[in-house]
């Protein structure tokens, strides 16, 4: 070899990343995540499940559904006390209302209420926009580009931040924005990647790396190499 060629440092952290995806896959197969019939559908139950379990949320959105509010138009025109009746499965229904009035207005006013547009929209100001939205935070905007529009952004939630600050990808406080950036930095830049390693991750979080961590029988022990969680 000449000494001018120099091979490529190895990524040991995006090798890393995708043992235990891989692992992951293979013991909870495809998640198939967001559920939903629609984008909109899709962005709606984002905002919906925030500080909530999901069955809660799933219960809202077939009531938005039933009263036929899973279209951008309709539900800009219901005022937000109509509206916070038939969320109320979801828990706060006052304030989810004015959140998913707000996101579905400017999803109107941005787009024409449909996400295909947003697929073509430059990430990082689009990402800036709906985080100025009333009541989007990071994770759910995030939720929201890479579920509802396909971009290729990692929704790094707690479950996603506990089990990699476990196995030393992160430190242990590490926040959300932090946890983002390595993993989009190692990985990819594919939303399919990201929507299954997300959709993962929540599964062995809630499985195994709860508070307490539950090590025997989770698909990740091989990566401790005998040592046990940080954290």
Known sequence: MSPSIRLAPRDRVKARLLRLYRA????????RWWPGRTPYEVALGAVLTQHTAWPSAARAV??????GLLRPRRLAATRAPALARVIRPAGTPRLKARRLLALTRWLLLRAGGRFAPLARLPLGPL????????GLGPETTDAILLY??????????AYARRVLARHRLLGRRAGYAEARRVVEAHLPSDPALF???????????KAHCRTRPRCDGCPLRFDLRGRPPAG
């Open 195 to 205: 929507n299954e390693l997300h959709a993962l991750l929540v599964a062995v979080g």
């Open 148 to 157: 509802a529009a396909g971009r290729p952004v990692f929704v790094a939630d």
């Open 24 to 31: 992951l896959e293979r013991r909870y197969g495809p998640q």
């Open 62 to 67: 077939a009531a938005l559904r039933a009263a």
């Open 127 to 134: 990402r800036r926009e709906l985080l100025a939205v009333q």
